[in-house]
């Protein structure tokens, strides 16, 4: 016989509930262990950021222009 078949529909909403609420307590305890950025810290890496994006689209946007320059002197 399977166990599953066992269980009593009362039986298997009190395992659904304390798997919620275990999973709800260990979700809270993972929260507990989150180190948030200083404001400063916060600022400088997004300036960071912003700065490395403008810069790899920069050399994006020159390589493309480079092969098209190449391509309209092979292709024309």
Do not use: C, H
């Not at 490395?52 to 946007?61: D, P, R, S």
């Amino acid at each position: 016989m399977n166990k599953k078949e066992t269980i009593k529909p009362e039986e298997e909403k009190v395992q659904t509930n304390n798997q919620i609420t275990g999973l709800l307590k260990e979700t809270q305890e993972e929260f507990a262990k989150i180190v948030w950025p200083s404001r400063q810290q916060l600022i400088s890496e997004s300036i960071a950021v912003v700065l490395m994006v403008i810069l790899v689209a920069t050399i994006i946007y020159l390589v493309d222009n480079f092969f098209g320059w190449g391509a309209s002197l092979i292709f024309t």
